[in-house]
C-alpha cells in the first residue's frame, strides 16, 4: 500500500486497471444474463467461457510481442483506445435490430478480440511496473494490486446485477467501453509526464530472438536460479488443485446436503466464492508482511500442507471444516506466488522479462482446466470420492517433491555462496 500511496505514477497505472478490470466484470454479467435469457441458452454461455479462458493461454505470446516492443506506453495507450472502439460497437450492435444470436457470435468474437489484445498489454504493463516501483517493490505493489482487482471484482459483481435492474445491456457496454477509454489516458498521462522531464522509462534494448529463441532463454534463466522452475511448477499444481476444488465442492454439496449446506444450496455456493475471494485479498495485501521472512519454498511447502488439509475436510463433507481450510489456503497460495515473482523479477534479464512473466502464467493456469476436466471426469464417471483422493495423491506427492527440491536448492545455494567467499 505504501508504493501505492506514495508513488504517483503508479498510482496512476493501478487505477488505470482498476477501471478497465471494473468495466470488464460489469459488461461480463450483463452479457452473461442476456444469453441465459435464450432459448438455447447453454451453448451460448458455453461460448462466452470459451471466448474468456481461451485468451488467458496467450499470455506467453502477449509476453513475447511486448519485450520486442519499443514504445510500451503508446502501445498500451492504442491497446486501450481499441478496446474502447470493440466496447463501442457492442454497445451499438445491442441497439440494433441484429438477431439474438447473430448478436451474441458477434459479441464473443468481439469478446475474444478484446481479451486477446489484453494478453498482450499486460505484457506491456510488466516491465512498465517494474520500471515505475523498482525490482525490489514489485511484489508489494503486484500483492496491493490483486488484492484491490479482488475487492473491485467482488463489488463489481453485486453493483452490475443491481445496475442491470436500471440499465440497458448497452448502457453497460459503453461503459465497459469508456473505462477503457479513461484507462489509456492515465496510461498515456504517465507516458507523457516522463517523456517531458526526460526521464525514459521504457528501455533502450528490447528482446530480438525469434519466439522459441526467446522461450528457450527464459526457460535456461529461470533454471539457473536454483529452485525456482520446480516452486512454479508446484504453484502450478496448486493453482489447479484451487480450481478443482471450486468444481468439486458443489459436488459434495450435492450428496451431502445435512452437513454441507448453510441456509441454501446457492447461498453456500457464494459463500464459498466469497471466503476465496477474501483469502486472495489478504495474501495479495498483506501476506508480504505477515509472512515477511519467510522463504518462498516455506510458503510453497505450508500451502501444500493447507491443500491436503481442505481435500481432507472434503473427504469428511462438514462446511465448517471446508471453510477456514479453504480460506488459509487461498491467503498462503497467493502470498507464494506473489514471492515466486518477485523472485522472477530479479532473475530475468529485463529484456525477456514480459516473455518470461508469461511463461509462468501459461504454465500456472493451464493446470486448471487440465486438473479440473481430469477430476471432474473421474467423479463423474465414479464417486466424487474417488476424485478427491486422486486429488489428495497429487497434493502428498507434489508435498514430498517440495521437500526435497527446498534440500536441493539450499545446499544449492549454499555451495554457490561458498564458492563466492573463496
Known amino acids: 500500500m505504501n508504493v501505492f500511496l506514495k508513488n504517483k505514477d503508479y498510482r496512476k497505472f493501478s487505477v488505470a486497471s482498476f477501471l478497465s478490470s471494473a468495466g470488464d466484470i460489469l459488461f461480463y454479467l450483463a452479457f452473461m444474463t442476456y444469453a441465459s435469457k435464450l432459448e438455447n441458452y447453454s451453448l451460448a454461455l458455453s461460448l462466452i467461457a470459451i471466448s474468456e479462458s481461451i485468451p488467458r493461454l496467450f499470455d506467453i505470446f502477449g509476453g513475447y510481442l511486448a519485450d520486442r516492443t519499443h514504445k ?9 483506445v481499441i478496446r474502447f472502439f470493440l466496447y463501442g460497437l457492442v454497445g451499438i450492435l445491442f441497439i440494433t435490430n441484429v438477431s439474438q444470436w447473430n448478436l451474441v457470435i ?7 478480440i478484446s481479451d486477446t489484445v489484453g494478453a498482450y498489454s499486460s505484457g506491456l504493463s510488466t516491465p512498465l511496473i517494474v520500471d515505475l516501483v523498482g525490482e525490489k517493490d514489485f511484489a508489494q505493489a503486484e500483492g496491493f494490486t490483486n488484492g484491490i482487482s479482488q475487492v473491485i471484482t467482488t463489488v463489481a459483481q453485486f453493483a452490475g446485477s ?10 453497460l ?11 489509456g489516458i492515465l496510461y498515456a498521462s504517465v507516458g507523457l509526464r ?5 526521464k525514459p522509462l521504457e528501455p533502450q534494448e528490447v528482446n530480438d530472438q525469434k519466439f522459441f529463441e526467446t522461450m528457450k532463454a527464459s526457460y535456461t534463466q529461470i533454471k539457473k536460479a536454483p529452485g525456482l522452475l ?9 493453482n489447479g488443485a484451487l480450481s478443482a476444488m471450486g468444481s468439486l465442492l458443489p459436488i459434495v454439496m450435492a450428496g451431502n446436503r445435512s452437513t454441507m449446506i448453510i441456509s441454501t444450496y446457492s447461498f453456500t455456493i457464494a459463500v464459498i466464492g466469497l471466503v476465496v475471494s477474501a483469502g486472495s485479498i489478504l495474501g495479495s495485501t498483506f501476506g508480504l ?13 505450508l500451502a501444500l500442507v493447507l491443500s491436503s488439509a481442505t481435500t481432507v475436510t472434503a473427504l469428511f463433507a462438514n462446511i465448517y471444516l471446508i471453510l477456514p481450510a479453504y480460506f488459509s489456503l487461498s491467503v498462503v497460495t497467493m502470498t507464494a506466488s506473489l514471492k515466486m515473482q518477485q523472485w522472477l523479477v530479479t532473475t530475468i534479464d529485463r529484456k525477456i522479462l514480459a516473455s518470461s512473466v508469461g511463461l509462468l502464467n501459461t504454465i500456472v493456469m493451464a493446470t486448471a482446466p487440465l486438473m479440473t476436466t481430469a477430476l471432474t471426469t473421474i467423479s463423474g464417471l465414479g464417486n466424487v470420492k474417488y476424485a478427491l483422493f486422486a486429488l489428495l495423491a497429487v ?3 507434489s508435498f514430498f517433491v517440495a521437500i526435497k527440491m527446498s534440500a536441493k536448492a539450499a545446499k544449492k545455494t549454499a555451495a554457490t555462496a561458498a564458492v563466492v567467499s573463496e
Open 106 to 112: 458477434a459479441v464473443v468474437i468481439i469478446n475474444f
Open 72 to 80: 510500451k506506453f503508446k502501445n498500451i495507450f492504442l491497446m486501450a
Open 230 to 238: 520446480s516452486v512454479v511448477l508446484v504453484i502450478a499444481l496448486l
Open 289 to 301: 508482511q505477515i509472512f515477511k521472512k519467510q522463504s518462498v519454498f516455506f510458503m510453497v511447502i
Open 162 to 171: 443491481a445496475l442491470l435492474l436500471v440499465l440497458s445491456y448497452s448502457s
Open 395 to 397: 497434493e502428498i506427492i
Open 173 to 183: 457496454a459503453f461503459v465497459n467501453a469508456f473505462t477503457f477509454l479513461f484507462a
Open 194 to 198: 516522463h517523456k517531458k522531464e526526460n
